[in-house]
């Protein structure tokens, strides 16, 4: 009885995880093609991961936007990790927006002082980890630039047009 009973919580353990390694397995695969060529320019991607504080932020109260870090692994149990830069979320507490709250005399920030606001308007925490699906559209701007001042290799874009929901 208890084999059987092992078996079938594992069979169904590989299976959840299969599942959940395919659909981000997905989202690695969209992140590799947008930073190794164009073809993504003006498209609409989602991607399953979770939002990470940017490198650095300046919030002067007039910004009206925020570039945001998203993350993406393979799967749940990987330490590998990429990184999504210059995803970007309006400032405020409106549905897909982010909240960065810190004290006037706070020097540094951590996830604790980052919120973000999904598409059904909830409101929450970074520092919880909660993973998202998002979609967006990205835009190199290289692409902004005449044709013959581009360099072909130069793929930083930004990800706008920005809606999320928890996984």
Known sequence: MKTKHLFSALLLTSCSLTLFTSCNGDSVDT??????NYDNQDKAIALVGEFDAPSF?????????????????????????FTV????????????????????????????????F????E?????????????????YSEL???????EKDNFNYKITDVSFVKN
Do not use: C, W
């Open 31 to 36: 992140v590799k093609a947008i930073e190794s």
């Open 118 to 121: 999904d598409d059904n308007g």
């Open 57 to 81: 932020t300046f919030s002067s109260g007039k910004s009206k936007t925020m570039e945001m870090n998203f993350v993406v692994k393979s799967h749940a149990f990987s330490s590998e990790k």
């Open 85 to 116: 830069i210059n995803v970007i979320l309006p400032v405020g507490t409106e549905k897909n927006s982010v909240l960065f709250d810190i004290p006037a005399d706070q020097k540094n920030y951590t996830l604790k002082n980052f919120y973000v």
């Open 123 to 139: 409101k929450i925490n970074l520092d919880s980890h909660t993973t998202f699906k998002m979609k967006g559209t990205v835009r």
């Open 144 to 150: 902004e630039k005449p044709e013959n001042e581009r």
